[in-house]
């Protein structure tokens, strides 16, 4: 009788093995379709910043949620801005015709019990045609 006790015991050791790897995989999963939402939220508003403030303007914070973590191991070093000609070359001053807001080089860090992966997230970009550039027709906007 002790024996089919023990087989139960068993039984359920590995069926609760299987069935929390595959919650915890779940909820994983969950988070990195959230992070990847917000990475590109960040990207669409670092490039709305950029078209409407001068180009000198550091829009870091601003568009990286003004410093809430909503996300970990998101910085400055992970957004790149550029201004860009129609074709797709760099551009300064009057010339520009685009803004290309990317958000790159992220790692997403897995949160499974057991097993530990960093994961490097794709390239979000988002490409806007300028707009005031920080400047109408009675001066300039500072964004803060």
Partial sequence: ?????????????????????????????????????????????????????QPTTNIDSLALFNGRDLVPNLTADNLDISFLLGNGDSATGADIEFVKAEIKNYRHDLWIPGLHLSLNSPVFTTTLPRESLGVFPGGTTVCQ
């Fill in 1 to 53: 009788m002790n024996r089919v006790k023990g087989i139960y015991t068993v039984e359920f050791a590995i069926v609760a093995a299987v069935f929390f790897l595959l919650l915890f995989a779940a909820i994983e999963v969950g988070r990195l379709l959230y992070t990847y939402s917000v990475l590109q939220e960040a990207s669409r508003r670092a490039a709305r910043l950029a078209v409407v403030c």
